[in-house]
Each structure stands twice: as C-alpha cells, then as structure tokens.
C-alpha cells in the first residue's frame, strides 16, 4: 500500500518534472526540472530495490549531466533566460500521433497481464552481484565501455582546446 | 628536499605555538592588548565591563592603549585653550590630508592681521582615514592623533564634522591616552626649544661681537680722522 | 498512514538535527575564537547569556548571530530569478543535512526499525551522489543573483567542486574495496580494535587525498576562492542577505560535519575508541569527538595556509591529486591480495613497499608540477 502511493507521487513528480522541461521557454528553468525529473526516475529506481541505481543515477545524471548542462548553456551566449520569442510549430499533429502511439506501445506489457518471467526472481538486486556480473561475464563490455569514454574525453579536450575561445577564469592579472 | 607538505606543517606549527601561546604568554602573544603600561598590569576591567552602570559617563581612557589612534585633536597647553593653542593655521596638514577632510580658516585681529591661531579648524571625521599623514607634517606638533570612538551622532548632515572647540584638547589629556607618545614628543620640543634658544644667543652673541667690532673700528676711524 | 513508521522516522532524523544544529552553532564559537587566537587577537567576548551581563567567553555569540539575520531585511535584486533565489539556499542546505541520515551513529534510543531506512547497502555512494547536489545549489545561487560577479563565483566554485569529487570518491573506493561492502555500518564495524585505515600507508594516503578533497567540497580555506572576501565579496551568495545567508552558511558548515563524518567512518574508525565493552553508547561520543578532532583541523587549516589561486587549484586536482589516487588504488589492491596470503613478512614488505611507492609518486608528481621560474611576462605593460 505504501509503495503504491510512494509509486504514484513519484511519478507524478517525475511526469510533471518532464513535461515542465520540455515546455518551459526559460531554459535554466527547464533544465532544473528535468533534473526534477531525475530525481524522481531515482526514487522509482528505489522502489524497485536497486539502491546502487538510484544511488548513480543521482550522481551521474543530476550531479555531472545536469551540471554540464548547466554548464553548456551558460556558457553559449543569449540561449540563457527567456528572450520571449514564441516558436511555430506546424507538426505538432502528427507529432502526438506519434507520441501517443509510443506510448501506448510502451504501455502494453503493463496493460495486458503477461505471465511474470520466473527469471526475475532469482536476481539478487545487491551492489555486490553487480560488482561479480561485471567482472565476468560483462567484463569485455566493461572495458569497451571505459576506452569509449577515454575516447570521448580525450576529444572534447582536443575539441575545446581547438576553438579559440576567451577563459573565464583569467585570475592572473 | 623536505619532506612532502613539510611546509605546511612548519606554518600549523607556527600557529599552535600562537594559539598556545595566547593562552599562556599573553604579553608577547597578544600586542594589540598589550595593557603592560598601566598601573594594573595585565588584562584589565576593559574587557567584559563594558557598558558601564546606568548613567556613568563612558570614559574612553579606560579602554585605550598606547598605540591606538581614531581621529586627530588639536593640542594646547593648559589653561584657556585658545591661548595656548599651538596650532598657528600654516594649513600644512589642510593641504596635505589625502581626502582633504581639515577645512582651515586663519584668524585675523581687528586691523586686518594675521595672528597665529585658527579661527574656522574643522575635521569632517566621516571622511578621515586615519591616516596620520597631518600629525607627521605638522612642524608645530599642535595636531596628534585622539583615540575616542565614541562618536556617533544621530544627525548625519552635520553630525561628524567636528569644529574647532571640540578638536581642542589639552597637553595633559594626551599624556594620559597616550604617554609614551607624549613624553616622547614633549622631550622632542624640549630640545628644539632648546637648539633655537642656542642658536638665538649664538646670534646674539654674533651681533654683539660684530656690533662691538664696528664700535671698535668707528672708534679707530674717528681717532685717525682726529689724528690727521 | 502507518503512525509507527512516522515515529520511527522521527526518532530517526529529528534528535540528529537538533545534535548538529548544537554542534554547529559551537562550531561557528569555536572557529571564531581559534582562529582570533591563531591571528594574536581575542574572538568575540562579550556576548554571554542574553539580558545579563554574564559573558561566558562570548559562548552566546551564535544566538546572537541568529537572532540579527533573522531580523534583516531580505533583499532580492530587481531582476533576479525570484524562484531560484529563494531555491538555492533551501537547496543548499537539503543534502548536507540529508547525508548525516547515513553516518553510523548508534544513539541508544533506536532501535532496528527506525535504522533500517538508514542502513542501505550502498550507503558511501548515496553520501557521494546526495554530496553532488551541493554543486547545483552553488550554481543555482550564482545564476538567481544576476549578478557576473556572482556567476562567476558560481562557476568557479562549481568547477572546482566538481573536480574534487573525483580523488573524493576514489580514495574512499579504497576503503570499500577493503571492506568488500559498502555499507557505512559495515565499515565501521570493520575497523574496530584499533584497525582503523588510517594505519596502513594507502588507508594514510587516501585519508590525507580525502582530507583535502574533502576541504575543496565544503569551500574550506585554503579553497575559498569561490567565497573570498577580498577577491569576489562573497561569490555566489553576495546577494543573499538575512536568513538566507544563515541557511547557506548552516548548509556549509553542516556539509563540513557530514564529510568529516565520512572521514571518520571509512578510515578512522568510526565510533571506535577505549571503552566500548563497558558502555556501547560511548561510540555515539568517540565518533563526534573525532569529528571534532577534523573539524580543528579544518579551522587550523583555515588559520594557516593562504587561499589557492584557481588555476592553482584547478592544477593541483586534476595533475597531483587524481594520479596519485588512481595509483593508491593500485598499491592497495596488491596489498590487499598481499594480505589474503596471511603471512606477516609479506605483510611487511607489502607495506614498505606500498609506502615507498607512494611517498615517490607523491614527491615525483610534485616535482614535476613545480611550474619553472621565469622572468614575468607583461602582457599590457610594454
């Protein structure tokens, strides 16, 4: 009983976090609340037990992405604030068609009452069964996954440093 | 090479040694609460006694030390202070304070001259920084540094100008807030009183000798003339 | 509404707050005492307990204090994000109070109920990811000001905040790989009979590169820049005035009690101390005094070293900091499977060598950081 209100003010918080992003015309205030939104993909992340989950997806989405989005726009001039101009948008028909085609898509396993996989049961949600999986058998993916961010750290740090652009932080005059 | 961080341990080091020391050797830890020069000694009824009881005029000499300065004050000799002002209106220190905050107007008797004292001396202590640049360039060391603080005023127009009457303060107040500075400056006007009285009765002496050559010499010229 | 859980929540949560509420208000004393007796002067003095004329060594100087910013005036400038404004210090001071939920204080009036929300298994990762929320409070704050200077606090501090997380986590990774858990009550036990982890050379290295990171986090001196007085006023919080200041500054000083808590949890031992057997709830005491232990250290700190320039602060982060701590996790994972073998000699040349490793690494990065002495470039002057 409790999970289920938690499950429903959780989503709820994150449904609305979502759809003020997406709508809101200042963009800090928008990206504040799809931080909202990760906020509460982590708490739904608790109620299903996967604590280490949650606890990452705090760290990486709100802590780093939502930072360097953060980042990003401040740093790119006038895209900042509400500059009070109303964009057109002639699609938008057919794109909630398709909207709530995916939607309904993603809504069929819940809406018809499939048999429980007996798979589920036998996994043991603990950091520590994470740890095992992922050193054998995931290990290959582990590292293929690490040289990919390696890869992409080291071309943003050539790409930044190609752009000349003016630092921020000139603290030595 | 040291060891890594060696010199960040020296400094926490350095200032255990100040911390510890606060508690235990005062006089050398704490010098801007150095009270030694007072008849009591260590740290005095200034500290936690402060305000007073109902009605006690708040004494700001209880509080102050040798070194401490606020604002400038006007020195004179005792009695009327207007007579012995040694201030002469040269407005040396008008033109040289920094923020220009000492407005001098000089005092004239009824023919039009100039006697030596100021009639207008005003300090506009809102603007003053304390910097004691008037006390060093004063040659008559009229003006010294005062250290009353309190010295807030409702009125904030005209409240902290300061006008002449006020800044006046005699020569045995100053040795009692500050006496090693007033010793030390008494002794220095000492001895140029002093240099200048020798010198005047070098001069005399000088004129006297040089008057007497010339006496001699008309006396010599007039017994020629009176020989030829 | 399930009235048991409330009040095992209660018991929970409220005592810690009124604990560190306490304990910060001493804190903000004793800092200003410590530090005017570092610096040769007296701290404050004269305030002792209000309407009389008693002045206990100025002990009610942070009534006070809390009783003038309740009272000023609450300015927000003309143009400000009035939304975030009044956001960013709530948001300020959610995580750090949020965090002191998963240190391993045992007080003797809970019982297994009202813990159990508390004792997660991945406990040192929900303090590290709550810790980043921090970040976004101080950006939240430098952008609601419209204020540059503020914004440029802002993002300094956030830089330097996010660069310090990094040796942050990976020092304590150490401890967890030790442990084999990371559950903060798991690692507390784990150290028990004076086995803490700060005596063995990694567990020492690690604790120091956590120290230290554990100083950029908070904005601590020396890595105040971001809350310098004399360089940026105040930095991101200029134009908070009132209890929004007092929230923000109860927010910095309670993140300094949560990652000092930390400390002493992965490597000092946590509650570990003589007299244990007799009365359990000494842990409760021993863990705040060693707390306070790090909590003098800090404010020491403070009174001795001047603040880091940014880009020095920046260059010490990321080229001292990360590799020396990449590689103590290297050292201790072979000293780890050093110490599966049982047998003391290892043992022992296991440590000497990990010492020797380290302290060379340590010495070798500094010596290569040190910046070469050149005749200075005048970029305007010529």
């Known amino acids: ?173 | 090479m040291s060891i890594l961080g060696g010199g960040i341990f020296k400094g926490m080091a350095v200032t255990l040694r100040n911390f510890v020391g606060s508690y235990i050797n005062k006089k050398e830890r704490l010098p801007t609460n150095d009270y030694s020069w007072r008849p009591d000694g260590d740290l005095p009824q200034g500290i936690g006694d402060y305000p007073k009881e109902e009605g006690e005029q708040l004494s700001d000499t209880t509080t102050v030390t040798e070194y401490s300065r606020n604002f400038p004050m006007l020195l004179h000799d005792g009695g009327e202070p207007m007579d012995t002002v040694r201030c002469v209106a040269c407005q040396i220190c008008e033109r040289e304070c920094p923020p220009q905050c000492i407005y001098i107007e000089k005092d004239y008797d009824e023919n039009g001259k100039y006697i030596k004292r100021p009639a207008v001396f005003d300090i506009d202590v809102s603007v003053c920084m304390s910097c004691q640049i008037c006390v060093e360039v004063c040659p008559f060391d009229a003006i010294v540094m005062n250290s009353q603080f309190e010295l807030s005023t409702p009125d904030r127009f005209g409240g902290l100008l300061v006008r002449r009457d006020d800044l006046l303060k005699s020569n045995d107040y100053y040795h009692q807030i500050h006496p090693e500075e007033a010793a030390a400056r008494d002794q220095k006007m000492a001895v140029e009183k002093a240099a200048k009285e020798a010198k005047k009765k070098a001069a005399a002496e000088k004129a006297r000798a040089a008057a007497e050559q010339k006496a001699a010499e008309a006396a010599k010229a007039e017994t020629k003339e009176g020989a030829e | 509404m399930n009235f048991e859980l409330l009040i095992d929540i209660l018991i929970a949560t409220v005592p810690l707050m009124l604990i560190f509420a306490t304990l910060f208000a001493f804190t903000t004393w004793l800092e200003r005492k410590a530090l005017a007796r570092i610096q040769n002067r007296i701290g404050p003095n004269k305030v002792g307990i209000p309407c009389t004329r008693i002045s206990l060594f100025g002990l009610g100087q942070p009534a006070a204090d809390g009783i003038k910013m309740l009272f000023k005036e609450d300015i927000v400038p003309r143009g400000a994000d009035r939304l975030f404004h009044l956001l960013a210090p709530i948001l300020a001071l959610i995580p750090s109070m949020l965090v002191l939920c998963f240190l391993p204080l045992d007080f003797p009036w809970l019982n297994e109920n009202s813990v159990k929300a508390f004792l997660l298994d991945g406990a040192v990762i929900f303090f590290f990811a709550i810790t980043g929320l921090n970040t976004l409070a101080v950006f939240m704050a430098g952008w609601a000001s419209r204020n540059k200077y503020s914004l440029l606090g802002g993002m300094r501090a956030v830089a330097q905040m996010v660069s310090y997380e990094i040796p942050l986590v990976l020092s304590a990774v150490i401890v967890v790989m030790m442990v084999g858990s990371l559950n903060a009550a798991e690692i507390a036990k784990a150290q028990t009979g004076w086995d803490w982890f700060v005596f063995s050379p990694w567990g020492f290295a690690a604790f120091v590169i956590f120290f230290i990171a554990a100083l950029a986090e908070t904005n601590r001196s020396p890595f105040d820049l971001p809350e310098a007085e004399s360089e940026i006023i105040a930095g991101y919080f200029t134009e908070y005035s009132g209890f929004k200041f007092a929230l923000f500054f109860l927010g910095e000083y309670i993140a300094m009690f949560a990652i000092s808590g930390l400390a002493v949890t992965l490597f000092l031992g946590g509650g570990d101390g003589p007299g244990l057997a007799v009365l359990p709830w000494l842990s409760v005491i021993w863990f705040l005094a060693k707390i306070f232990a790090l909590i003098a250290v800090m404010i020491w700190l403070r009174g001795t070293l001047p603040r880091l320039r940014v880009d020095q602060l920046m260059g010490f982060a990321w080229k001292f900091m990360l590799p020396l701590s990449i590689l103590n996790i290297l050292v201790a994972g072979f000293a780890w499977h050093a110490e599966q073998l049982d047998n003391t000699f290892i043992t022992v040349i296991t440590w000497v060598i990990s010492l020797a490793i380290l302290y060379g690494a340590a010495s070798g990065l500094n010596q290569l950081n040190r910046g070469k002495v050149r005749p200075r470039e005048y970029k305007y002057a010529e």
Do not use: C
Not at chain 1, 49 to 69: K, P, S
Not at chain 1, 86 to 104: E, I, N
Not at chain 1, 116 to 145: C, F, R, W
């Open chain 1, 1 to 173: 009983m409790n999970e289920e209100i938690a499950f429903w003010i959780l989503s709820a918080i994150a449904v609305l976090g979502a759809l003020v992003a997406v709508r809101k015309r200042n963009l800090i205030h928008g990206v504040f609340a799809l931080l909202v939104f990760f906020a509460g993909l982590s708490g739904l992340f608790l109620l299903l037990l996967a604590e280490f989950i949650a606890a990452v997806q705090v760290l990486v989405y709100i802590g780093a992405v939502g930072v360097l989005l953060l980042f990003a726009i401040m740093l790119t001039e006038r895209v900042a604030g509400d500059d009070g101009r109303r964009m057109t948008s002639r699609g938008s028909f057919w794109g909630l068609v398709v909207a709530v085609a995916v939607f309904v898509v993603l809504l069929l396993p819940a809406i018809q009452e499939l048999p429980p996989p007996e798979a589920a049961q036998a996994i043991d949600p603990s950091v520590k069964q994470l740890g095992h999986k992922l050193m054998n058998p995931y290990v290959v993916t582990l590292e293929v996954l690490a040289l990919l961010l390696t890869a992409a750290l080291i071309g943003a740090v050539t790409a930044a440093q190609g752009v000349r652009m003016p630092k921020e932080e000139d603290s030595q005059e």
